[in-house]
């Protein structure tokens, strides 16, 4: 079983900072990505951050040298610490993860968390 649970998500005001988390359980074996994407009404799922198992990081422009995304491999949770939002980031934020379950797994395996809403008001 692999679980993904995220909080941190709300209302903020432009200019102000919110950091989401996400932490997953379960039986992970080696975590390969995680990584948050974000959907508004009537757009399509975005990535906004992602972190590679060799710490390698990467953001949307959008968010560059707003957003970053942290992991801490002990507590096997990603957060996502968002400054100067602006109306735009309003979304629902989708935490993600590749994963290999086991070390005999042959395949990386796909998880979802089940979305947290964050509103950022004028």
């Known amino acids: 079983q692999v679980q993904l649970v995220e909080s941190g998500g709300g209302l903020v005001q432009a200019g102000g900072s919110l950091r989401l988390s996400c932490a997953t359980s379960?039986?992970?074996?080696?975590?390969?990505?995680m990584g948050w994407y974000r959907q508004a009404p009537g757009k399509q799922r975005e990535l906004v951050a992602r972190?590679?198992?060799?710490?390698?990081?990467n953001y949307a422009d959008s968010v560059k040298g707003r957003f970053t995304i942290e992991k801490n491999n002990s507590k096997n949770t990603v957060y996502l610490q968002m400054n100067n939002r602006k109306p735009e980031d309003t979304a629902d934020y989708y935490c993600?993860?590749?994963?290999?379950?086991?070390?005999?797994?042959?395949?990386?395996?796909?998880?979802w968390g089940q979305g947290t809403q964050v509103t950022v008001s004028t």
């Open positions: 972190v590679t198992s060799g710490d390698s990081s």
């Open positions: 379960g039986s992970i074996f080696y975590t390969i990505t």
């Open positions: 993600h993860v590749i994963i290999r379950r086991t070390a005999l797994a042959l395949f990386s395996s796909e998880y």
